[in-house]
């Protein structure tokens, strides 16, 4: 609960008061390096707000005794599309899994016919967020993206075994391929902040147009800071941060619980020092 609400009303809440700038009209005066600052922001501020929320809950639940499933698992960590899918919001896309992939004939009927499958369920998929054509092309942007990257899959796979190229590339490759994943979702978050898809395509158009305007620091400044903590918090769920945290935990568990307390203190004091202005959690409205 402590990490929920922290994610919530220390980070959300801050970075709220700077992502109105993606709204228009004022995106129209927005550089490009600002933008994309502004982007980060916005993916930052959806994780920490929906993730917060879930934790809460979860938090909430057992003190009472009910144990809910885990809904966030790190998932700007993920190195694939698909990858992020089982990370983000678990509840909705297990269903999405269960009830739709599967009975459509999920994998099972041939290549073209999973990619199509991926695509209806994805659309079907933003459909629940919304009567509004902005969800349904966010589903279908993430379906096709799903899908292209099930093609490359089924295409590169051979060779990446036959000449072990991701072992050779190893840490190199996992980079590139989480900042592209983190870069493909985040761009995708537009259509949910902006109340139209003209809008989106209208706010990468405006970035580009002030291209030649400089980094507003005002808002790039605070920004980057409040997207430190939930950077170091997927950071500690990298398969190295777990075997650190592991190791530390065993050499000393005494030392290792009481650095823990400390963290979830100064963390409680940021939730009554530093909240931001109340607000509604984005996933309310659907």
């Known amino acids: 609960m402590i990490v929920g ?61 009910y144990e809910l499933i885990q809904n966030f698992n790190f998932p700007y960590i993920s190195q694939s599309i698909s990858e992020f899918w089982r990370r983000w919001h678990i509840s909705l896309s297990t269903w999405l899994r ?56 089924d295409l590169l796979e051979p060779l ?35 109340t139209t898809s003209t809008q989106a395509i209208e706010f990468v158009i405006a970035m580009w147009r002030n291209r030649a305007m400089p980094l507003d620091m005002s808002v790039a400044a605070p920004v980057i800071l409040l997207s430190i903590p939930p950077f170091i918090y997927h950071l500690l769920a990298t398969p190295r941060g777990m075997a650190l945290r592991k190791s530390w935990s065993e050499k000393s568990p005494a030392r290792y619980r009481r650095l823990e307390a400390c963290a979830f203190g100064i963390l409680l004091y940021f939730i009554f020092a530093n909240a931001g202005s109340s607000d509604a959690f984005i996933y309310f409205q659907f």
């Open 98 to 153: 269960d009830y739709l992939y599967f009975p459509l004939g999920g994998n099972r009927k041939g290549k073209f016919r999973t990619y199509v499958n991926l695509m209806i369920v994805m659309g079907l998929g933003g459909l629940w967020h919304g009567a509004a054509i902005s969800y349904i092309i966010w589903g279908l942007y993430h379906g096709i993206g799903l899908a292209i990257e099930r093609m490359f899959a």
């Open 160 to 194: 990446w075994k036959r000449y072990k190229l991701e072992g050779a590339l190893g840490w190199w490759v996992a980079l590139a391929k989480g900042l592209f994943v983190f870069t493909f979702v985040s761009f995708g978050w537009l259509l949910f902040k902006l």
């Open 5 to 65: 609400f922290f994610l919530k009303l220390v980070i959300a809440d801050n970075i709220k008061d700077y992502t109105w700038w993606i709204a228009f009209p004022y995106y129209e005066v927005v550089s490009f390096k600002t933008g994309l600052i502004l982007i980060l922001a916005y993916s930052v501020q959806i994780f920490t707000d929906f993730a917060g929320y879930s934790l809460i809950a979860i938090g909430l639940a057992w003190m009472f005794g």
